[in-house]
């Protein structure tokens, strides 16, 4: 089974986070593959993508070859509901909620919001065709915890029953995301909201771009044996959201595998989903926290986090 079809992670804020932090070597949590492939797309020379699951990186390969396509726009499914951007469970579930959405919305809502070209307009859009009692019933039902991580999750990432969540309201999630940004320059908003990206397209896409040969090495494996196994050096680790599905244990030694590998200048990033992930003080001694003034336009993430490797005073 493929769980996710793209990798929904903001890509402008990761290129903000690339270009503010230079280092030696990039190496990600693969699911869809899209935010490497952005980040090659911006100037990045090569990336090293981890998964557990064959099918992710399998689908990554798929991605690289239909670049390299005459009909790259089919393949992808670009402006169609079919393709390798629309094949994992997560985009299925969404498809499905974005074939009622226009049931429960006043008429012409999302063309409303399409051309509302500023906060203060999408709000008044929002509470005049979208602030419906059906969209609040059902999308709440639809994005309740429980009918996301049974419908929409990797299994991994559900399964520690013992981890106490932190509460998720993806309804205010998506109004908040859907105001700050138009949905013109939002494809992960556009996406939710047509079941494919109808005003909106992903960085990478645009133009004839095609990465250069062996620009991504992949590896099927943990992302925690992977980074103890990396030599010592200034790296770019990227861990998504993988820390929801592990214990405190598990994540202290991850923190350690990422302290050992790691020389001054390097920079780990991270989302937190549903859980708040404890940071052991042996790495906030010798990490900073980095602050992230760009929002992220992907309405799912409770918090991001981007520390940066310090000198030994
Ligand atoms: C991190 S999740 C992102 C999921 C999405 N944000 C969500 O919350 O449903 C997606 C990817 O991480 C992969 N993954 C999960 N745990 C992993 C681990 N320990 N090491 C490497 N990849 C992992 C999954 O196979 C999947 O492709």
Known sequence: MLYYAQSW??????????DANEVDHYHMV??????????LNHGIPHIHLVDTEQTQLQHVQKKLEALHATDRDSLFGLHSRKGLLHEGRLEGFLQ??????PLLLSPGARRAMVQANSPEQRAEVYDKLWNTRRLQFLSNRFFSRENVDTN????GLIQDKSKKPTQVNYVDEFKAKMIAHSLIDNPYVDYIVHGYHKNSSLDYLKGNWVPEPNAITLHHTDMKSYVEQLPSARHMIHASDIMEATDGTFNNDFFEAVDQACTTGS??????HRYTVQVPDSFKNQWKLVPISRDDRVPFYNNFYLWQKQSKV
């Open 9 to 18: 992670e903001d890509t402008s804020l990761l290129r903000s986070i690339v």
């Open 30 to 39: 693969a699911s869809g593959g899209d935010h490497a492939l952005s980040l």
């Open 96 to 101: 499905k909620f974005s074939r009622v959405f």
């Open 152 to 155: 929409a999750r990797h299994p």
């Open 267 to 272: 920079i780990f990033l991270y989302w937190e």
